[in-house]
Each structure stands twice: as structure tokens, then as C-alpha cells.
């Protein structure tokens, strides 16, 4: 493996919320724990796209599990998996048409009455023609050129086979899923959804989840690296107190009207901040 600032980025798909831009320091976080606690299993609580899970590197022997309560992001890898359905799956995509209309079918899609292919098919189908993968709105582009399913396929063929590092895959509730991999060798990545953007989430994370979550990492064994933006500092420190440390990013986004750099805090169990290779700046040390 390279240090810490040379990880090698495992990118499937873009997904709302990823966390690819903060990838270096996510990772150096979690091999530090690791490295000092003996960590066995690493459990990524909101899993999203599963680059956060997908990217530990393969040297770390350790148990890797991904969850997410949306299922059809759980479909999606577990179809990948499998070498038949997976060629079905990107041959299917490669030869769809670009549509507002096919997309708005598929956005309008009865879930529970498709097969794993099919759902496969149409959810990658949405995240790559959605507008930057917001699952929500039809994507389009008229000042530069958008590889949308392209970028999909190719990562796809790529990266797949990184899926089959994984020891499980959830679909759980958080509250479930924390207590049943609940130990002191277990470390948990959380990406919870924002209290700003609520409404761009399938499945509803109010007040009390939060809270939920602060009393079983409060009561747990688990060590745990736990993330959220600027726009929520507000809400974050009255449930879980003043982060470990605030790190200052370049902006992902590269629309004009939006600020060129955003902050993250970072709450942690676990992590030694004194010995570490990780440049914080801006940040509490606590």
C-alpha cells in the first residue's frame, strides 16, 4: 500500500452525499484505529455508493461489512456480484436510450414488483442521468459534455470485483444494524443524512434518529468515525457535543455561485490526533 494520502479511490457509481472528496482523510482515520485498537471488523453504517468501504485497502484483514436501508442500493451489489447478471445488467445500460420520458418511468417504478435485474437496471439507470446523482431530477448538459452512463459502465468493469472484499451486505436500520455488529474490535463509519437536505432522502432521518444514534454509540463498545457538513454544525454539536476536529475542503461542486471551499467535522472514537499523519486545520482538538 502507498501512505495515506495515495489511497486508491473505488468508485462503482456516483450517489447523492459521497464522500469521494474526503476519502484520503476518512481512510488515514480509519487505518489509524485499526492499526491502534486491533479493529477486526469495519461496518459502514450508511453506505450509499460504498466507496468508503470499497477503498479500504485490501492489506487490512479485516471483517467488511456494508449497509444501507435502501434496498435498491443493496440489490445493485449484490447483482454485481454475480458474473451472469452483471454482464446482463451493463449490457442493458450500454444500449438505453438517453430519455426524460424513460426516465420518468423509471422513476416511477414499483420497486417491489421487479426482478433484481430489472432494479438494477433502472436504479443506475436514474443515478446516471439524474442531475448530479440526486436520484430526483433528469440531467442534462449544455455547456460541457456529461459521460453519465459511460462513467457508470466503465467503473463498473473496473471496480466490481472489489464487492466480492466484502464480508456482508445490510439492509438494515441503523439501530439494528449497530447493535448486532456492536463490539470493542468493531469500528463504525457514519455518513448519516443531513438535517439540510432531508427532503432529498428516500427514507426520513429526523431529530430523534439523531438522537437515537448519539444514545447507542454512547452505550456501545464500538469505536466509530462519524462525519457531517458545515450546514449542520448547529444541530450536530447540541447532540453530540463539539466535534474531534473541522478540516476546510475545496469545494466538490464547480458552479460559480457556490462558496470555493466547505468545512467537515469529524467526531471520533478512538482516533489518536496527536500521532497522526492527517493535516487538520481550523479544527478543536478534544
Known sequence: MKDNNEIERIKLFGYFGGKYYLLNDIMGIIINIINKKDIKCVVDVFGGSGTVILSLPIIYKVNRVYND??????????????NEKRERVLSSLEYSLRSRDLFREFMESDWDNLSD????VRFLYIIGYSFSANLRSYGYAVKEFRSGMGAIIENIKKNWKYIRLLTNIENLDFRELIKK????????????PYFTERKRYIYNFDLQDYIDLKKLLDNGESYYILNSSEKNFSEMIKIFGEPT?????????????????????????GYDIENNNLDVKGGNKK
Open 69 to 82: 436501508i435502501d434496498k435498491r442500493l443493496v440489490n445493485v451489489l449484490r447483482v454485481l456480484m454475480d
Open 181 to 192: 455488529y456492536d463490539s470493542e474490535k468493531t469500528l463504525l463509519y457514519l455518513d448519516p
Open 117 to 120: 435485474e430489472e432494479t438494477a
Open 245 to 269: 476536529f473541522v478540516k476546510e475542503y475545496a469545494n466538490a461542486y464547480g458552479n460559480q455561485d457556490i462558496r470555493k471551499t466547505r468545512k467537515e467535522g469529524f467526531w471520533v472514537k
